[in-house]
């Protein structure tokens, strides 16, 4: 191996790192030397697109259960005798990887189950656990001996999953995923996030073909939520919020077929009743986006809310086909 | 970009030419120090871009062997003894002759073999290491213990473990760790050694 000094600091920096308990005075260190010569930083990246790269293995490890086997890889990784020779290296494809293992298992049985605009159905799995889904909601469960998968493939759904550490229940919505070995949670899928909210005990959240290897909830893996917590996982990562627990059960309202407010912006509260409902309501004088609505209402009874709204909000509603526009009683 | 989205785009637009890279500074350099160095200072190159010129370059191949052209074109002149015939074959070698040949291009399950192989090769205790960082996850605390050695130890395997990985998975050159490739690497005399 070459015995360039730039490239064996490089590695014990990005060894030191890998500890995981970087003082900030090391990390300044770090940061430092980093800085001292642009080949240093390239020499680290380097090192550290390589390390990130063999991340992908994890995908072979052996089983759920199987108990850890340091030598492993010894004889696994060993090439087939005929493999050809390979040049190029292109270590980004870890989705396709994944994928294409998943793919290689053949799958228990799945069940799809769904709800339309405004439906709400309750189902109890063979393992006992209930799932409650929320309007124009579609999922797909699978339950295995080794692992109870469920996708979230739109709309929201609340978990309450039997205890059995022996199958860990991981839910994914997208990129995101949800470990749980038992507990009561919501999963709510966005364009673009995902929203998980504890009601009680705790789970953990990273990429989906993770969580279903890991075998117990690990902290040092991933972001765990425990009960009170919402987190909302994106492009940029996962956040982390505390909530009281009104505003959770004001959240969880919907299991209950209801929707709850506690000051929340009308552009909100519009926002979830045009979830339930075909006839949509739209703002269309900004000054009203922002009154502060509470209460409690049923999502389907659009009427009422319009009601209450042009009784106590001082909002003019003007219906327009299969909309009903929302604008100041003041205005004109 | 994001750490981890600069890693991937290193590893997959940059790194996986990095064999082809060395057979073309080799070239020009006859020491593999000066290769090791010429490599560096184009990955910083390409580091140290600007948004907006990062954002520009279409064919990142392409723009990776022009650097290392014009890294190597510094190193000449700024090299004591300039030689012109080392200026005037640099100015007529088409860089992107380099390129590795398309059948190279390995599916995911190669590349995932390829991963677990450079893992496979590794020394003894260095293997057991990596294996339980990186296929169990396992943090490097609970490695030392499991293996009964210190934390500093295990850290230290791990720094070698990356830069062993490293050379399989992107350099490949003759020496150690080439079960990948058995072929040497063939090399030119120098065109100049700035060792002198």
């Known amino acids: 191996m070459n015995e360039n000094e730039i490239d064996i600091r490089a590695a014990e920096w990005l060894a030191r790192l890998d500890r995981g308990d970087a003082a900030s005075e090391l990390i300044d260190e770090f940061n430092r030397w980093k800085d001292l010569d642009t080949r240093h930083g390239a020499a680290y990246a380097r090192l550290a697109a390589t390390w990130q790269a063999l991340d992908r293995v994890q995908v072979l490890q052996p089983t759920l259960d199987a108990t850890i086997q340091p030598d492993y890889l010894r004889e696994q990784g060993r090439p087939a005798p005929d493999r050809r020779k390979a040049a190029a290296f292109a270590a980004a494809a870890s989705v396709v990887i994944a994928a294409a293992l998943w793919a290689w298992r053949s799958p228990p049985r799945a069940e799809i189950y769904e709800t339309t605009r405004g439906g709400f159905q309750r189902i109890v799995l063979k393992d006992h656990s209930a799932i409650e889904l929320n309007t124009d909601t579609r999922l797909r469960v699978e339950l295995g001996s080794k692992i109870r998968k469920i996708e979230l493939i739109r709309g929201e759904a609340s978990f309450e999953v039997s205890h059995d550490a022996t199958r860990p229940f991981v839910v994914s919505a997208g990129r995101t995923g949800v470990l749980a070995v038992g507990t009561r949670f919501d999963v709510l899928r966005l364009d673009n996030s995902v929203e998980v909210t504890v009601d009680e005990g705790r789970v953990m959240i990273g990429a989906p073909e993770m969580l279903e290897r890991a075998r117990n909830l690990e902290p040092n893996l991933s972001p765990l939520v425990v009960a009170g917590q919402t987190a909302v996982a994106s492009s940029d990562g996962v956040k982390l919020k505390a909530l009281p627990k009104d505003a959770i059960a004001r959240k969880l309202a919907w299991q209950d077929q209801m929707l709850a407010f506690d000051g929340d912006s009308l552009s909100e509260v519009v926002a979830q009743f045009n979830r339930y409902n075909d006839k949509q309501l739209v703002i269309v004088d900004p000054s009203v986006e922002v009154l502060k609505v509470g209460g409690y209402f049923r999502p389907t009874n659009l009427d009422e809310f319009v009601n209450v709204l042009e009784s106590n909000f001082g909002v003019r509603a003007t219906a327009d086909g299969n909309r009903i526009l929302l604008a100041s009683a003041a205005a004109k | ?154 850290e230290k395997h791990v720094a070698y473990g990356v830069r062993l990985c490293a050379e399989q998975m992107f350099a490949q050159r003759s020496g150690q760790g080439t079960r990948l490739d058995s072929a040497p690497t063939t090399r030119r005399k120098g065109l100049f050694d700035e060792r002198k």
């Open chain 2, 1 to 154: 970009m994001h750490q981890t989205e600069r890693n991937t785009w290193l590893a997959k637009e940059i790194l996986i030419h990095e064999r082809a890279l060395r057979r073309y500074l080799a070239r020009f350099f006859r020491n593999m120090a000066d290769i090791d160095d010429a490599v560096q200072e184009t990955y910083a190159r390409l580091l140290g871009l600007s948004e907006s010129a990062f954002a520009a370059v279409r064919n990142w191949q392409a723009f990776l062997f022009t650097s290392a052209r014009n890294v190597t074109l510094d190193r000449i002149r700024k090299s004591r003894v300039v030689s012109y015939d080392a200026l005037a074959e640099i100015e007529t070698l088409h860089v992107l002759d380099q390129q590795p040949s398309a059948d190279e291009a390995l599916n995911a399950r190669q590349e995932l073999a390829l991963l677990a192989e450079a893992i496979a090769n590794l020394p003894d205790r260095c293997r057991e290491v990596l294996t339980l960082r990186k296929l169990y996850g396992l943090p490097q605390r609970e490695i030392a213990l499991r293996l009964g050695i210190s934390e500093s130890t295990v």
